[in-house]
């Protein structure tokens, strides 16, 4: 309710359901890059928006409990004929899967695998023509693979093992990773094209009998686990039946996190071992689930408790390099153990027996923000924040690894000083994402301790609570809807609902926007029924569960539910029988209470005082019900002339009323009220009628219900009745719906039955026989809303079909901006107004910013656009005007707001290179890598090429170029990351924040950084060293790093039984005496040449980099389809030049038709400066507004030179590809495509001198 501040109402009730507790297989949710929460609860699916923390959709369609829900994986470039949208799927118990377009509330596709339950799904999109396909795994072994857009099935794979859970390399997707309960398989060749024809490697996981690896290790870890495989050993344990959790790691290549109750294991896979363990706490509460980032290396876990701990991977601060020494030191090094230090943990959350979290979310886009769903409902939002301190050097060193560095530099501390402790610096601005709060763990020697004087700037990290989303309470529930919409009270009306709980409190629902308006706590025990007195004040009555006819201590209050105030109205001194009922006159002149076996009791409802207590002589009411036809004459005769008399308030006056009862006779009696006067009308007996259980009065129709579940239906103005029996149980509730002149109503049996009834004709409209209820009410004439089962509430047509509707005929509480909503058009306009504005002076939020259409058809697409563009958050517009770095800077902030994970991922590449750029560009020397020596991609790899020197030829560069982070090829003119800040592009402000490449971007990071994490990486391998395959591993990877040193000494060590012994020892000396130049260097290659031509592809690449022959290595593992091997062996030892060789090759081939794989290819292009191969392959995949964009930001960072001789229809021709949206903004397409043509015949001309 304290949230309701710009809510206004509509009167507009639309079919919608009020999600409450979860089942108990309810444990999926998933929250995507499209911004949404999705959870299962009960038969349904639950949409929440978490900006502004509200239901955004609620779908039924499930049979049975849902088990499984997964948002669209859209890594794809979004337009006309690829839009936006919310596409989830979902799964039951019974194993149906439903593809849901979510803004729709529709069904797009549903399918089944022969009612098989589900144990996991993930839906794919790897290469640039897969979008729609879903992979799921069924028990016990059966993988399938469903165009989830037809519903069709591609393939099914039988992986015969009992199996668990599976999860995809976010690097290679053809890699598959499966859990089952006593090993991992590994599928290598997972695609959507035919199904995996080889058998998947198996795995066991087991305690490492090195004598000296256990020696080494145990202090860690108190035992060393590693992967052994294909064949289990019996002997061994294995410890797969209590690993709860598998998935990779998204921030580092090759790394799989195991979850344990007790502790986290990290595997990297390319060694099959275990380098890193994460313990639990000796007190802490054990682990539940866990979620690792991709911006940073994170991890998020979840405790049984309700606990959320944040745990960063410690950062290895390697220390003076220049020496061969200090290598050797690294490469022997013991303690190099991957550790994720536990930074920050939220508040343990106060949990029953009956109420446990079942699943935490990460938000994906910004990786801060994490979402808890528990068992009754509700969820819970944390947010990561970030503080930026000082402390003194003479507390910690400038390399502690337990402090997180900040991203950017310090600035002047508040107070100006530190007295021997931390003092609060500043909140990093425009935290939008994890990586706007601390800088990079991943490279060893990137993002240190910040000095400021005599102290150290470092970063503190803290979860604070800052959403909370109520549900519906646990069943059963009694609900009381507000009166009715009348032309008095329009002005005030809002369609509240009051739903009493089982505990006692008191659920205020606004049915209009269907969130909960207020909550109150009113009574110890449940409440047993409810009734407005007027719009704002509410009685309730509860009494404790008895047994039999034990007498009880009854309790009736009153709850002004704009104030929250809570007043007893009735106070019971004593125990007596329970109260059955508290009935308000239409006139809200009058309620009655209802005791069981006691005289009626009658009160003034504006006073809320006791009128009268009946005499003992008086019939005991067992039901009864006020009369609505003799108000309004009855109380302008004769309380407007009794005022006038006396001369009293108006308030003061009690008009006359009618009401009925039955008593215990069954005999139907009619009274007549006026003040605290009672007279007795009519007494008709009701033959034929059993017990009368409920009755309800509208004009002239007095319906009764009985014990037996006979309804009676009386037309008192034609003196007629009609008796129908329905068979089914006792009648509960009777309630006609509001309007006049509507006949509809409502009998709620007490099996749970519900019919809808036309009073008029006594026939039976709609039933609702698959859901139990047990209350109902009419939030509007043609909308029943009933309590079930369940827990849920849901608001149906009278037809009771439909409980659903679209997003944009539903009322939200706050205004949600979620463009994904929009048509095509629409959300393609919003996205180019948000990006660039260039037909406006400068970049606002102003109104005016949609013109006005000049077509009436794109009048719609313009107005759907401006009403979405007003809903925008303050904070996101502050965020998108003060964009440090123009065009490309608000690109990427803008993709993050539409959850568009293609182009997030373009602009962070693109706008690091071209700031790399932009200094590179200041050097008057600087030449591009094309510009060194023509490239011929196609030149045949066997012919003699000339000696390619490398950048790390030998120990000695290799040691220079790690020794810092910036360091680099010998002959190019990179700058160090933390130094290559951009000049912002003119009139636009500073810059604040580095931009800067993790690991998760893997080979696109800078040169330096990637082989500085690969020196890392290989002296992590070299310290886990357990057997002989393991060591000829760090041995090779070794060779291609040129550290012939350690090379020589693990070859030696090779046992004299090894079969190996003998050429070991030859490989040894071979290495310790081989020379990069003289006779010995053909003779070399052409073993080399033969040994690859033979098979053994490995030793022969080993050779050529043991001759600094890397650029032919390359060359062949290219030719043999070793794609992303050439790759890293390029980036980690290669120059420049020779590496964009290797790199271009890539690009070639990822963009043929096979491959297909073109928005990686472009990636590769920037990662290298190629700006206009970026801008040809976005023009040759038809993405022209990304290419337009892309354009405009190399104009504002001008590493592009202008032309003026432009080709104006060619210019028009692409802003009509382009934009494809309104003809309003004609002008705006052909600036940005003027862009467009400047760049291209810029780069033409650079590429060509």
Not at 76 to 95: E, F, I, K, T
Not at 185 to 198: G, H, I, N, Q, T
Not at 469 to 490: D, H, S
């Amino acid at each position: 309710g304290h949230r309701n501040t710009h809510y206004v109402s509509t009167m507009k009730i639309s079919s919608r359901i009020l999600p409450g507790p979860l089942a108990a297989g309810n444990r999926c949710a998933d929250w995507g890059w499209q911004g949404l929460l999705a959870y299962g609860s009960q038969n349904l699916v639950v949409v929440v928006e978490p900006r502004t923390v509200q239901v955004f959709q609620t779908l039924e369609h499930h049979k049975h409990t849902v088990t499984k829900v997964k948002w669209c994986y859209e890594n794809y470039h979004h337009s006309l004929a690829s839009p936006y949208g919310l596409r989830l799927a979902s799964s039951d118990s019974s194993g149906q899967v439903v593809v849901w377009d979510v803004s729709e509330a529709t069904i797009r596709a549903e399918f089944s695998e022969n009612s098989k339950p589900i144990l996991d799904m993930e839906w794919l999109s790897y290469q640039d023509s897969v979008r729609d396909f879903l992979a799921i795994l069924h028990p016990s072994s059966v993988l399938v693979l469903w165009n989830a857009d037809t519903g069709t099935k591609v393939w099914k794979k039988n992986l015969s093992e009992t199996l668990v859970s599976f999860s995809i390399d976010p690097f290679d997707k053809k890699h598959l990773a499966v859990l089952s309960q006593d090993c991992l398989l590994f599928v290598d060749e997972f695609s959507s094209a035919r199904v995996p024809s080889s058998a998947p490697r198996k795995f066991y996981i087991a305690s490492s009998t090195s004598a000296a690896v256990g020696a080494r290790q145990r202090s860690a870890m108190k035992r060393v686990r590693q992967l052994v495989g294909d064949s289990k050993k019996s002997d061994e344990p294995t410890s797969f039946n209590d690993c709860l959790q598998m998935c990779y790691s998204p921030a580092c290549r090759h790394h799989l996190f195991l979850l344990y109750p007790r502790e986290i294991l990290l595997l990297d896979l390319q060694i099959y071992q275990t380098i890193g363990v994460v313990p639990l706490e000796r007190n802490g509460s054990a682990f539940q689930q866990i979620t690792a980032c991709r911006q940073r290396d994170v991890l998020f876990c979840l405790h049984d408790n309700g606990c959320v701990s944040m745990r960063i991977r410690r950062k290895y601060h390697l220390k003076d390099l220049s020496s061969s020494t200090q290598v050797s030191s690294l490469l022997t090094s013991q303690n190099l153990d991957v550790v994720y230090d536990l930074r920050c943990q939220s508040d343990a959350l106060r949990l029953s027996k009956h109420n446990k979290v079942v699943r935490m979310c990460v938000n994906p886009v910004d990786e801060r923000t994490v979402a808890l769903v528990l068992s009754d409902g509700r969820v819970l939002f944390w947010q990561l924040l970030a503080s930026q301190r000082l402390m003194p050097v003479s507390v910690v060193g400038l390399s502690d690894p337990c402090l997180v560095p900040p991203l950017s530099p310090p600035s002047q501390a508040v107070d100006g000083t530190v007295n021997g402790g931390a003092s609060l610096l500043r909140r990093p601005s425009s935290s939008l994402s994890l990586a706007d709060l601390f800088g990079p763990q991943s490279f060893p020697g990137v993002s240190k301790l910040q000095p400021l004087g005599n102290s150290l700037s470092y970063v503190t990290l803290k979860l604070v609570l800052n959403g909370l989303l109520q549900t519906v309470a646990a069943p059963p529930l009694c609900l009381r809807m507000c009166p009715p919409l009348t032309t008095k009270n329009f002005t005030i009306y809002e369609p509240l609902l009051a739903a009493g709980t089982s505990n006692g409190n008191i659920q205020v629902f606004n049915l209009e926007s269907a969130h909960l308006h207020r909550e109150f706590t009113v009574h110890t025990s449940p409440v047993r029924g409810m009734d407005w007195l007027d719009m704002h004040r509410l009685l309730s009555f509860s009494y404790p569960s008895v047994s039999g006819a034990a007498l009880v201590r009854n309790e009736l209050k009153m709850v002004h539910v704009k104030s929250g105030i809570c007043t007893t109205v009735r106070f019971s001194k004593e125990d007596e029988p329970t109260m059955e009922a508290v009935k308000v006159s239409f006139s809200r002149q009058y309620f009655a209470v209802l005791i069981k076996d006691r005289p009626l009791e009658l009160w003034d409802c504006t006073h809320v005082t006791l009128l009268r207590e009946m005499s003992g002589d008086f019939p005991v009411p067992v039901v009864m019900e006020w009369s609505p036809m003799h108000l309004p004459k009855s109380l302008a005769r004769h309380g407007r002339a009794a005022m006038a008399s006396a001369g009293m308030n108006e308030a003061k006056v009690l008009g006359r009323e009618h009401f009925v009862m039955t008593d215990s006779t069954n005999t139907l009696l009619h009274y007549i009220l006026e003040g605290s006067a009672v007279k007795e009308a009519v007494k008709i007996s009701l033959e034929g009628m059993g017990t009368v259980t409920y009755m309800a009065w509208k004009g002239d129709v007095l319906v009764i219900g009985d014990l037996d579940g006979q309804v009676s239906f009386w037309d008192l103005k034609k003196k007629v009745s009609k008796n129908v029996m329905a068979h089914r149980s006792a009648v509960k509730k009777i309630r006609f719906a509001p309007g006049k002149g509507n006949a509809l109503m409502g009998v709620l049996y007490s099996n749970g039955h519900f019919d809808i009834v036309a009073s008029h004709t006594s026939d039976i409209i709609a039933s609702l026989k698959t859901i139990r209820a047990h209350d109902f009410e009419f939030a509007a004439s043609d909308k029943p809303t009933i309590a079930c089962s369940t827990g849920c509430i849901r608001v149906m047509d009278y037809k009771l079909q439909n409980s659903m509707c679209p997003v944009s005929a539903s009322v939200q509480m706050e205004p949600v901006f979620c463009p994904r909503v929009l048509l095509g058009k629409a959300g393609l306009l919003l996205k180019s107004v948000l990006q660039h504005q260039p037909w406006r002076d400068s970049y606002s939020f102003d109104a005016d910013v949609f013109p006005r259409a000049e077509d009436p058809d794109e009048s719609p697409v313009e107005t759907a656009a401006s009403d979405q563009f007003k809903t925008l958050p303050q904070s996101l517009k502050s965020s998108l005007a003060d964009t440090s770095l123009g065009v490309a800077h608000r690109c990427l902030l803008t993709a993050k707001l539409f959850g568009d994970e293609y182009e997030a991922s373009f602009w962070e590449v693109a706008l690091y290179y071209l700031i790399q750029q932009k200094e590179r560009r200041k050097d008057p020397n600087y030449k591009s890598v094309l510009e060194a020596e023509p490239i011929n991609p196609t030149t045949d790899i066997f012919s003699p090429q000339r000696d390619a020197k490398t950048s790390v030829g030998n120990r000695d560069d290799l040691v220079g170029a790690l020794g810092s982070p910036a360091a680099t090829a010998s002959n190019s003119t990179e700058l160090k990351p933390l130094e290559c800040v951009a000049s912002a592009p003119s009139g636009a402000p500073s810059l604040e924040t580095t931009f800067m490449l993790d690991a998760c971007h893997d080979v696109l990071v800078e040169s330096a950084d990637f082989q500085h994490l690969q020196l890392y990486r290989v002296a992590l391998h070299d310290s886990k060293r357990s057997t002989y395959d393991h060591t000829q591993k760090c041995a090779a990877e070794l060779i291609y790093l040129k550290q012939t040193d350690r090379v020589v000494q693990l070859l030696l060590e090779t046992d004299a039984e090894n079969d190996q012994y003998y050429s070991d020892a030859l490989r040894a000396c071979l290495v310790a005496t081989i020379r990069s130049s003289g006779a010995s260097q053909s003779t070399i290659k052409l073993v080399a040449t033969n040994l690859i031509a033979n098979g053994r592809l490995s030793e022969g690449v080993q050779l050529l980099c043991l001759i600094d022959k890397g650029i032919d290595a390359c060359r062949y593992l290219q030719s043999y389809e070793e794609w992303e091997q050439a790759a890293w062996l390029a980036k980690a030892t290669l120059s420049e030049r020779d590496c964009a060789e290797v790199f271009l090759r890539w690009a070639d081939h990822l963009s043929s038709p096979p491959a297909s794989k073109k928005h990686k290819a472009v990636l590769i292009y920037l990662s290298f400066g190629l700006f206009h191969k970026v801008l040809e392959t976005l023009y040759s995949m038809r993405q022209f507004d990304l290419a337009a964009m892309f354009a405009e930001a190399c104009l504002e960072f001008k590493v592009v030179d202008e032309s003026s001789d432009l080709n104006i229809n060619n210019c028009r021709l692409l802003a009509c590809l382009c934009m494809g949206v309104s003809g309003v903004f004609l002008s705006l397409c052909l600036c940005v495509c003027v862009c467009v043509c400047v760049c291209l015949r810029g780069f033409q001309c650079l590429a060509s001198r």
